[in-house]
Nanobody
């Protein structure tokens, strides 16, 4: 089993910054990608940013240029630096990990419980 723990959420004013962190623990053999998704009340969950084991990153258009994702496959951690935050960034942010626990296992998807980010004056 793999367990994800997020931290770093909170209340911030528009234009402010927050840094989210996610640490994965458990039986991890190979990480394919780590990423962040978010879900605002009444809306569907959406991708925020992902990073592969090789360092290839992908961002939602809405956060491109404002958010930066960084992963450390050796430490099984991923962080999301969020700058120039807007009220529309308010959501529950969840860490996502695609990994295998052994060399023979197909990769499986794991989710954290999420950390709340609220952008408001």
């Amino acid at each position: 089993q793999v367990h994800l723990v997020e931290s770093g959420g909170g209340l911030v004013q528009p234009g402010g910054s927050l840094r989210l962190s996610c640490a994965a623990s458990g039986s991890i053999f190979s990480i394919y990608y780590m990423g962040w998704f978010r879900q605002a009340p009444g809306k569907q969950r959406e991708l925020v940013a992902t990073t592969t084991n090789g360092g290839v990153t992908n961002y939602a258009d809405s956060v491109q240029g404002r958010f930066t994702i960084s992963g450390d496959s050796a430490k099984n951690t991923v962080e999301l630096q969020m700058n120039s935050l807007k009220p529309e960034d308010t959501a529950l942010y969840a860490c996502n990990l695609l990994c295998s626990s052994t060399s023979r296992q197909l990769p499986q998807n794991y989710w954290g419980q999420g950390t709340q980010v609220t952008v408001s004056s």
